[in-house]
């Protein structure tokens, strides 16, 4: 997940570029006459300018939480890309791309520096309704009550050994969405 931290970067310094530009666009009306102060508060200001620039966090974030690139999942399970793409071939592995071409992993189905066991076993199921892995990631990291009171993932079940009972959850809620 750290390999994430060059991307932050980057969107950091594309920030810094931008608000050196703006200032200078307004310094160059204020040399011309211009005066600012009648916008009125400066934290409003930037509320208006930011939300008319139409950049939106995706909500799939909160839902999925943190992803690996492929590099970094390589490096936190120790294998080579070769060795990734057989585990999403083999429904060992969720891999999600996203609308502007990346590829992301999520971090959810990692656990002790190995893919959680069972996805195997479950993924298939899923697959045979929904052929969207966003859909699967969903499904496994939504926490839900349980019949305890307490609120629990089907991913927690699975890296607990419960690989029978997520997947007969797997084929009930198929089940549900085909009738």
């Not at 909160?62 to 936190?76: A, N, W």
């Not at 590829?103 to 479950?122: C, D, I, K, M, S």
């Not at 298939?124 to 699967?136: K, Y």
Request: proline share 4%; charged share 25%; aromatic share 6%.
């Amino acid at each position: 997940m750290s390999d994430f931290r060059p991307q932050v970067e980057a969107e950091a310094r594309a920030v810094d570029a931008l608000l050196g530009a703006i200032r200078e666009r307004l310094l160059g009306l204020v040399r011309d006459g211009a005066k600012v102060t009648v916008l009125g508060d400066s934290g409003s200001v930037a509320a208006d300018v930011v939300a008319r620039l139409g950049l939106v966090k995706s909500p799939w974030a909160d839902i999925v939480g943190p992803c690996f690139t492929s590099g970094g999942l390589q490096q936190e399970l120790g294998v080579g890309r070769a060795a990734i793409s057989k585990a999403v071939r083999e429904g060992r592995a969720i891999r999600l791309d996203t609308t502007d071409r990346r590829t992301l992993y999520p971090a959810f189905q990692v656990l002790n520096r190995a893919l959680v066991p069972g996805l195997r076993e479950v993924l298939p199921i899923l697959r045979s309704s929904v052929d969207d892995a966003w859909a699967w990631a969903q499904w496994l990291n939504t926490p839900m009550l349980s019949d305890g009171g307490r609120t629990e993932r089907y991913i927690d079940r699975l890296a607990a050994g419960d690989v029978a009972g997520v997947a007969a959850a797997a084929r009930h809620v198929v089940a549900a969405q085909r009738t």
